[in-house]
């Protein structure tokens, strides 16, 4: 979507529909209103609960140039994060209701008018998103254009420009993630990180399964071994100015997960495509920031593989060493996001980052926890903990901690290696937490790391009010806040 900034008065503004969120009071924007459509809009809001339960469509008459007015209501007191919501919930019904495909929005007032604009362009974007990538007919008409009643300074352009880059990306990282597994395969998405290096002007390099083995990634191989998709090991970089701390974002890329030869029931698989929303949000994030931020120094990681049951697949009771050469016991094969991330991880490492944090859909224990609306946080840093909590809040993202207490070692011990990979039975408690201490295993103290587990946000069993079934993005717009206050 195109957003543009107007300065023109609301009824001048031409557009199929203006989209109006409705508080209490009338906006200061909409004072501009003439009187007769000011008491339409009166009207309609106290006539709204009788019509629909929060929305309702105007037809303008000619009172406005805008064909048609889409009215919502808002709560006075609505928090950036509701608002944030509301925006969303406007973007999706005026695309199911084709209200476009150009849109103009005023604001509420409810919120300093800078920090509004920013929500408002990244809420109606991202609402706005269908996943419907193979529809043979396009069942709902884009919106292409919004405008946004606004007066034009250069800072509100800066703002508008930034929320269109971080939504629109949103929204590209969803189809990544939509994409069917065997189209969307480890070297489709070795492609689109060599289009986004190429776009930004960032270094790429690329580690086939063989390069990966030779420097001693046993666990990744391990996984990528039973797939006849060729698996890869990325790295980008973006060079900056070098300062004292670098930042790595690791992101799990599993783009097809059947559990390997601890095979998961068939109804576990049918949104295991989704299995790379990790790899697919870090893709995202440094994009923006590379675009945003172009003096910072810092690195993405991709471990990238099928895990797949065949003849050359790994077993059940394997032995692996991953890179920092500790050895762990495979007791299920199911647990590999786990394994191909420790390799990832000790590559950062490698490479001099400072600070970690690795997005993942690890475990099904973590939607348990915490359902389908948080993100579960696991960090070995106060400090690291603050600014990832801090870039989630500005990002309008549910994000929460959960605990690493020492005691929780005892989970990973294995009679035969240095760690078991999984408790090797279903149902064992705390399964979050057992992928969080597996994972820190692989990443030295003084690094400050930090672990998102985002199986249950990164995608949507069903739509919501604001939000299509299907890939969320999720983490990602917490990447691109905690890259820009880093
Ligand atoms: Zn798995």
């Not at 004072?31 to 629909?52: F, G, H, S, V």
């Not at 399964?209 to 698996?231: C, H, I, T, W, Y």
């Not at 990790?278 to 991709?302: I, T």
């Not at 672990?451 to 919501?464: N, Q, T």
Request: overall charge negative; charged content about 25%; aromatic content about 6%.
């Amino acid at each position: 979507m195109k957003i543009r900034i107007s300065e023109q008065a609301i009824p001048e503004i031409e557009a199929n529909t203006i989209i109006i969120l409705l508080p209490s009071r009338l906006p200061e924007a909409l004072q501009t209103l003439d009187p007769a459509l000011k008491n339409r809009i009166d009207e309609a809001r106290q006539a709204m609960p009788l019509y629909t339960k929060d929305s309702i469509v105007l037809l303008s008459h000619g009172e406005v140039k805008a064909q048609k007015l889409f009215l919502l209501k808002v709560p006075d007191n609505a928090d950036s994060f509701e608002l944030r919501q509301i925006y969303s919930q406007a973007g999706r019904e005026a695309r199911l209701r084709e209200l476009g495909p150009d849109v103009a929005i005023a604001l509420t007032g409810l919120l300093d008018p800078l920090m509004e604009a920013e929500i408002a362009v990244e809420g109606l974007v991202q609402g706005s998103y269908l996943p419907e990538l193979y529809k043979t007919e396009k069942a709902h008409k884009s919106l292409e254009n919004l405008i946004l009643c606004f007066s034009r300074t250069f800072e509100i352009e800066k703002i508008v420009r930034k929320a269109e880059l971080v939504g629109n990306t949103q929204n590209y990282v969803r189809d990544l993630v939509n994409e069917p597994a065997s189209r969307a395969t480890p070297l489709f998405l070795v492609e689109e990180a060599k289009r986004i290096a190429s776009e930004t002007g960032s270094r790429i390099e690329v580690l086939s399964l063989n390069d990966a083995e030779k420097m001693g990634m046993g666990a990744f191989s391990a996984v990528a071994r039973g797939s006849d998709q060729p698996a890869f090991m990325v790295k980008l970089h973006h060079p900056g100015e070098d300062g004292a701390q670098k930042l790595g974002l690791v992101g799990k890329g599993l783009t097809f997960d059947s559990g390997g030869l601890s095979l998961k029931p068939w109804e576990s698989m049918t949104t295991m495509k989704s299995d790379m929303a990790g790899a697919a949000a870090v893709l995202g994030a440094f994009r923006v920031l590379s675009f945003l931020r172009p003096e910072l120094d810092f690195m993405a990681f991709l471990p990238l593989t099928e895990n797949l049951p065949s003849g050359k697949s790994y077993k059940p009771g394997d032995v692996v060493r991953a890179m920092n050469g500790k050895t762990i016991e495979v007791l299920s094969t199911d647990a590999e996001g786990r394994l191909i991330l420790a390799d990832a991880l000790c590559w950062a490492v490698k490479e001099g980052v400072t600070h970690i944090v690795d997005v993942a859909t690890l475990t099904g224990a973590c939607i348990i926890a915490l359902g389908h609306e948080t993100t579960g946080l696991f960090t070995n840093s106060e400090a690291w903990r603050k600014q990832i909590l801090m870039a989630a809040l500005k990002a309008g993202e549910r994000v929460w901690e959960l605990p690493m207490f020492p005691e929780y070692k005892e989970l990973i011990r294995s009679e035969i290696a240095d760690l078991a990979n999984s408790a090797g039975r279903s149902g064992a408690p705390a399964g979050a937490i057992f992928g969080a201490m597996f994972l820190k295993e692989f990443v030295p103290e003084e690094i400050a790391w930090a672990h998102m587990d985002i199986a249950g946000p990164s995608w949507l069993p069903k739509s919501s009010k604001t939000m299509a079934s299907g890939a969320t993005g999720a983490s990602f717009r917490t990447l691109v806040e905690l890259g820009l206050s880093f």
